[in-house]
């Protein structure tokens, strides 16, 4: 099956500073790959995706994703954090092992923005 | 244009209750997912529908879980006799006609059942 791991648990960021949050991932065949966010008691709002083309794919909310072919990662990257980015950050990929559109998540990332 | 809409957003049932969840997808929307976020945890996949059609349900536990998607109304995930390992968040999701890979999903706010 394809899958997504998100190797750390929580990441604390300084308000202003660079904002990465890591994914790797395993498929076979070509990946889609998609990033969400999630705030308290909500729902995942979509971030990005990358199915082909361009390896920097531009999202919402200033945020963007470089996609790696060598390195299987996909890592969701922000220039400048705010503290309103603290949320639970998820990584997915089309499972294609099904032959449709089911999404397999990783376990998120927490991300904490300091003032 | 309403996004994916879920009720109730908590429900609270007695073990060996019933527990219904609704899901509304997007306007112009075929597919539905429906996804259980355990604490601590990623979402897991539990079925994927399309109107009147049950596509996937791989993910669902064989036992006291059903859903349906029929062609009128909003799709339903139903938990028989609930006991309290079903306590967690369910997102809904939608996505566009077509089987198209690419396409993102669009996940609605969840519904939190609590089991006691």
């Known amino acids: 099956a394809q899958s997504v791991a998100q190797p750390e648990d929580q990441v604390n960021v300084a308000e202003g500073n660079p904002l990465t949050v890591k994914c790797t991932y395993s498929v076979s065949g070509n990946p889609y790959l998609f990033w969400y966010v999630q705030y308290p008691n909500r729902g995942l709002q979509f971030l990005l995706k990358?199915?082909?083309?361009?390896?920097l794919v531009k999202g919402s909310y200033g945020f963007e994703a470089e996609f790696n072919k060598s390195q299987t990662s996909f890592h969701l990257k922000k220039p400048s954090a705010l503290v309103s980015d603290s949320a639970l950050y998820f990584c997915?990929?089309?499972?294609?092992?099904?032959?449709?559109?089911?999404?397999?998540f990783g376990k998120g990332n927490q991300v904490v923005v300091i003032p | 244009n309403a996004g994916v809409m879920q009720n109730p957003r908590h429900l609270v049932r007695r073990r060996g209750q019933e527990a219904r969840l609704r899901c509304s997808p997007m306007?112009?929307?075929?597919?539905v997912y429906w996804y259980r976020q355990l604490p601590e945890e990623g979402l897991k996949f539990m079925v994927y529908?399309?109107?009147?059609?049950?596509?996937?349900e791989s993910g669902m536990p064989k036992e006291r879980f059903s859903a349906e998607f029929p062609k009128e109304g909003p799709s339903i995930l139903r938990i028989q006799q609930v006991v309290r390992g079903d306590s967690a968040a369910y997102f809904c999701?939608?996505?566009?006609?077509?089987?198209?890979?690419?396409?993102?999903?669009?996940f609605g706010p969840g519904t939190r059942l609590t089991v006691t």
């Open positions: 306007k112009g929307h075929s597919h």
């Open positions: 997915a990929v089309r499972d294609t092992s099904y032959g449709n559109n089911r999404l397999a």
């Open positions: 999701a939608s996505s566009p006609p077509g089987n198209r890979g690419f396409s993102e999903q669009y």
């Open positions: 529908l399309q109107k009147e059609n049950i596509i996937d």
């Open positions: 990358y199915i082909t083309g361009d390896n």
